[in-house]
């Protein structure tokens, strides 16, 4: 007899019913990437502009009856990034979707918030960062850098796994992915691999064919570049 995993409904989907604070967390990372999925040549811009505002209004409003205040924030921020981005092609669809004034949270936005990820992209590009071996002379140059990517990586691991994907999801072909895999600190590739994959199999379940169809191929691929390096370097080889 097989068995359904904990959270899924008798069908076999990831559902809010059976498994809210997965199923939310599912849809806020959809927010990102069908977000990201504009970008690229093959998108249906406005459907993929749809389907981010409808999983972030599915994230924020199970966070919000959850009382989850950590993620109800980070839901927060991204819906507010994706107005400042979008402009009025956001509010239109909120409009339609929603059918009432924007609220006071998202309509009077701060000056800005506060761009971690960004500013220690930022100062890893200011280094010279262009791979690992770049990586690893920087942190070791500088001293200040190096703690605050060790306080980014330790602070915030999903947020290093969701920009990594999103790179992954703009790769578009086989040189493309092995110029991604020689920027990718070997520490990170598992991670990598394995967030990579347990979103493909969300993305699965929840019927979202256009990101099963971008992620699926690169996953795929950058699996074979990881495993044919690690057959000719096998671990403890000093070769």
């Known amino acids: 007899m097989r068995y359904k995993p904990w959270g899924f409904s008798p069908c076999g989907k990831l559902t809010p019913e059976h498994a809210p604070l997965d199923y939310a ?11 990201k999925l504009v970008d690229l040549p093959e998108a249906q811009n406005q459907q993929h502009l749809r389907s981010a505002l409808e999983c972030g209004l599915r994230a924020f409003n199970i966070f919000a009856q959850m009382g989850h205040q950590h993620y109800l924030e980070q839901t927060v921020g991204l819906l507010r990034e994706f107005r400042h981005d979008h402009g009025d092609h956001f509010d239109a669809l909120w ?9 006071t949270w998202l309509a009077d936005q701060p000056e800005a918030p506060e761009p971690t990820l960004s500013d220690l992209q930022d100062r890893l590009a200011a280094a010279g960062v262009t791979n690992a071996e770049s990586l690893q002379h920087a942190l070791e140059a500088d001293p200040e850098l190096a703690r605050a990517y060790s306080d980014f990586l330790a602070a915030h691991p999903e947020l290093l796994m969701r920009s990594l994907i999103e790179t992954l999801l703009q790769v578009e072909d086989n040189q493309a992915m092995v110029a991604f895999w020689q920027q990718l600190p070997a520490e990170l590739e598992d991670p990598l691999l394995s967030a990579a994959e347990a979103l493909l199999a969300q993305a699965q379940h929840a019927g979202e064919d256009d990101l099963v169809a971008a ?3 690169r996953l795929a691929g950058l699996r074979h570049i990881c ?3 690690r057959a000719q370097h096998p671990p403890g080889d000093g070769g």
Do not use: D, F, K, S
């Not at 409009?95 to 609220?103: I, Q, T």
């Open 25 to 35: 967390m599912t849809q806020g990372n959809l927010l990102i990437l069908h977000r």
């Open 95 to 103: 409009a339609e979707l929603v059918a009432a004034p924007l609220p």
């Open 215 to 217: 992620l699926g191929p």
């Open 227 to 229: 495993a044919a390096q």
